[in-house]
């Protein structure tokens, strides 16, 4: 699998444990950012009552899934609790030609792929406020965390791990309104430091010739 470097849009990936707020976050993002596209993942879960075929999802059968991953119309997919999700190709190239910023809510298998596939993606992970005092050991100073163990903390706990190598960034999900201002510095950060170093290399190519 060859890197694509983003000739203009930018890839924000979002992920974190379930129940975290991320797709309220997405939303919310979709509102504040005038210029951001959400991408819709195809699965082969079932629909639920409240969920809409092309806003929520993509539904497909498991078979068409196979199908898609077969022709090569997914950027990435993943099996997430028995079921298949992943990301359509061409809706996000679009998005980027378009100098867009392209948010993918995905789990963390997702997100590694697409930092392979695009180095330059703003990695995001969500972190719960009751996961605090666990993040602040993991990622600040790397200690057991024998005492905190219960069902939902030892499985964010997998995912945080896994997180740790792929996601620079890491927000916690205490106030909607500020988590979400946070996100958006961060999008801002990175693409001036890409506009930045773009300017830069235009530059020195001028310079050299
Ligand atoms: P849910 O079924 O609760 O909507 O989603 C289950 C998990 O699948 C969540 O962690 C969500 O982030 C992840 N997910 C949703 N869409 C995609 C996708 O396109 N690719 C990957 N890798 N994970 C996804």
Redesign the pocket.
């Known amino acids: 699998m060859s890197a694509r470097p983003v000739k203009s849009g930018t890839v924000v990936v979002?992920?974190?444990?379930?129940g975290v707020g991320?797709?309220t976050i997405c939303r919310e993002l979709l509102k504040r950012l005038d210029n951001a596209y959400l991408?819709v993942?195809?699965?082969s879960?079932p629909k639920t009552e409240k969920?809409v075929d092309g806003r929520?999802?993509w539904f497909v059968s498991y078979e068409e899934f196979q199908n898609r991953v077969g022709k090569g119309l997914?950027?990435?997919?993943?099996e997430?609790?028995g079921?298949f999700?992943?990301?359509?190709k061409d809706k996000l190239d679009e998005a980027l030609a378009a100098n867009k910023i392209a948010i993918?809510?995905?789990?963390?298998?997702?997100?590694k792929?697409v930092k392979q596939i695009y180095p330059e993606a703003v990695m995001i992970f969500i972190l719960a406020p009751n996961q605090k005092e666990l993040a602040g050991r993991l990622f600040g100073r790397a200690r057991d965390d024998e005492k905190t163990a219960n069902k939902r903390l030892s499985r964010a706990q997998t995912e945080i791990e896994a997180a740790q190598r792929f996601y620079e960034h890491r927000v916690i999900n205490d106030n909607l309104q500020d988590a979400v201002s946070e996100i958006i510095g961060i999008i801002e950060t990175e693409r001036t430091r890409k506009r930045t170093v773009t300017n830069k290399c235009n530059e020195a190519m001028e310079q050299s010739e």
């Open positions: 979002i992920s974190g444990p379930s991320k797709g991408s993942s195809v699965t879960r969920e929520d999802y997914l950027l990435e997919y993943a997430v609790f079921n999700y992943g990301t359509p993918l809510e995905i789990d963390v298998q997702g997100g792929q």
